[in-house]
């Protein structure tokens, strides 16, 4: 199993920026797809951006341009949320998954609002 360290959360205003950090720890595979969904109220989980472990990456529609995904290191994993609009507001899940587990982090809040 691994363990999940979220951060970057927060209040922002729109067209601000903000920077999501994931962290696993525990039993992960280097070899993994690390990456951020969001929920709101009433909806399943978007998937908003991933990353593998080679590096190849994906993007909702609505962020691309606009977020970008990278990873420092086999574990750890970033978000960066520019010219954030009203609509990004939700709750930020972290997901890993390799070839023997798939794990959700607890989620970070992103509330943007003038």
């Known amino acids: 199993q691994v363990q999940f360290v979220e951060s970057g959360g927060g209040l922002v205003q729109p067209g601000g920026s903000l920077r999501l950090s994931c962290a696993v720890s525990?039993?992960?595979?280097?070899?993994?797809?690390m990456g951020w969904y969001r929920q709101t109220p009433g909806l399943q989980h978007e998937m908003v951006a991933t990353?593998?472990?080679?590096?190849?990456t994906n993007y909702m529609d609505s962020v691309k341009g606009r977020f970008t995904i990278s990873r420092d290191k086999p574990n750890l994993i970033y978000l960066q949320m520019n010219k954030i609009e009203p609509e990004d507001t939700a709750v930020y899940l972290c997901?890993?998954?390799?070839?023997?587990?798939?794990?959700w982090g607890p989620g970070t809040q992103v509330t943007v609002s003038s």
């Open positions: 990353i593998s472990s080679s590096g190849l």
């Open positions: 525990g039993s992960f595979d280097s070899a993994n797809v």
């Open positions: 997901r890993y998954s390799d070839s023997r587990q798939t794990a």
